[in-house]
């Protein structure tokens, strides 16, 4: 068995306090403790970081050396590149941009992060912080992109993420398993994350095996850092 602790790295989009994750020293004293604690143990603990996705070209907010020294890195999209929107407007939904552009948008940024192959892991696809609920109209994009996604993840071997945060949290966008369908379909791995920001949702996988189940998954399609 395997656990894995993947804190943000510095969160230029949000708030300053992952600054420790940007720190080469930090993360090796993390890296040793992983391995300490794993040392004779029947679990294994392994250190990753998610990154932010920051622009259209699918550059992620990581230095190479911090990449190099955790087990694997997560690509995750929190802002629309491109787009500002005022948090205040959030919660309302009163984002005022086009929701099919937003959707094409993000989903072209996560598609280029991929294609660039700085990242292990494709973390909660289809959605973003600041405009959650219009990735949730991904009925409205050309299905095409969606294949588009899982054929270059499959293409350059990098796992998507089943997040659980969506199920405590928010509706999963339409089309999520879809997307998961169509990466099990050409070999893309599929990635575990509970998403949790609080102790009480470690371990908080009941919905992620529920997919899994539903997509009729194996052992062998789940993403581990261990042999890939």
């Known amino acids: ?13 949000l708030l300053d306090s992952y600054e ?5 020293e930090v993360i090796r004293r993390m890296k040793e403790r992983c391995r300490a604690i794993s040392k004779g143990a029947q679990t294994r603990f392994l250190l990753g970081v ?6 259209l070209d699918g550059c992620l907010n990581i230095r190479p050396e911090i990449a190099a020294e955790v087990d694997f890195v997560i690509a995750s999209l929190h802002i629309i590149p491109g787009i ?15 929701r099919k552009k ?5 989903i072209e940024s996560e598609i280029a ?59 999963p966008p339409s089309g999520y398993f ?6 099990r379909e050409r070999g893309v791995k599929l990635s575990t994350g509970t998403d949790a920001h ?19 998954a194996e052992p062998s399609d789940i993403y581990s850092p261990i042999v890939n």
């Not at 998610?50 to 622009?55: K, L, P, R, T």
């Open 198 to 216: 609080l102790t009480v949702h470690v371990g908080d996988l009941k919905e992620i095996h529920a997919t899994l189940s539903s997509l009729r």
């Open 20 to 24: 420790h994750t940007n720190d080469l």
């Open 1 to 13: 068995m395997a656990v894995a602790v993947t804190d943000h790295h510095t969160n230029t989009s």
């Open 102 to 106: 937003v959707a094409i948008r993000c």
């Open 84 to 98: 500002e929107i005022k948090w205040e407007k959030v919660a309302s939904g009163e984002v005022g941009v086009d």
């Open 113 to 171: 992060a991929v294609r660039n192959g700085h990242a292990d892991v494709l973390g909660h696809p289809m959605y973003v912080i600041s405009a959650g609920r219009y990735l949730r109209s991904i009925e409205e994009v050309d299905n095409s992109l969606l294949v588009e996604l899982a054929e270059t993840a499959a293409k350059h071997n990098v796992a998507v993420e089943i997040n659980g945060g969506f199920f405590r949290e928010y509706t």
């Open 50 to 55: 998610e990154a932010d996705i920051i622009d």
């Open 178 to 183: 879809n997307l998961f369908k169509m990466c």
